[in-house]
């Protein structure tokens, strides 16, 4: 997957949303969604693009993590 086009990062993005959904079903899909977004915001500037939704998933995973265990 080349992630350098706009929209293979999108879908990798819903992607990510889809597993997040998944692994933390307490949380309403919009909210997870929101925090995928946010998340994905942070590395808007970064020039490569290949691990972005790696990191994105990662840092949304930690959020979620932590809003889960408060």
């Not at 909210?31 to 994905?40: D, E, G, M, P």
């Not at 691990?51 to 995973?61: D, G, I, K, L, N």
Request: avoid cysteine.
């Amino acid at each position: 997957m080349d992630m350098g086009k706009p929209e293979h990062e999108a879908r990798a993005m819903e992607e990510v949303v889809e597993r997040l959904v998944a692994r933390f079903p307490d949380v309403p899909e919009d909210r997870v969604r929101r925090i995928v977004t946010a998340a994905h915001q942070e590395f808007v500037d970064r020039p490569v693009r290949d691990f972005v939704p790696v990191f994105v998933e990662r840092t949304a995973q930690g959020e979620l993590s932590r809003l889960t265990t408060a």
